[in-house]
């Protein structure tokens, strides 16, 4: 299934909500926000997300990128599996 620009979580406000409200799992490669939202509007799509990578955890600016887009791709791979509402911040280390 296709990665559409809907999907994207991108106002500071709403990642700020998922960091301050939401729950929090931490792996070894990534750590995984989430949060559900209240009402999610009838023709939303079923989950948004944000892929963050900073410099201090990951390293220059090729290795950032490629963990976005290995980070995204699973999203998308999975996102059927995402409940629907759900917010989520996926951050590389």
């Known amino acids: 299934m296709r990665f559409r620009t809907e999907q994207h979580l991108r106002r500071p406000g709403d990642i700020r909500s998922v960091r301050e409200q939401g729950r929090r799992v931490d ?14 509007p009838a023709n939303a799509p079923r989950a948004r997300v ?8 990951v390293g220059a600016a ?4 490629r963990a976005k ?8 791979h ?16």
Not at 50 to 57: E, K, L
Not at 82 to 93: E, K, M, N
Request: charged share 30%.
């Open 78 to 93: 999975h996102q059927d599996l995402v409940p629907a509402g759900c917010d989520l911040l996926l951050i590389a280390r």
């Open 69 to 76: 887009r290995r980070l995204r791709e699973v999203f998308r």
């Open 27 to 40: 792996c070894r490669a990534f750590t995984v926000w989430w949060k559900r939202r209240e009402t999610p």
């Open 62 to 65: 090729t290795r950032r990128n």
């Open 50 to 57: 944000c892929v963050i990578a900073s410099t201090a955890a």
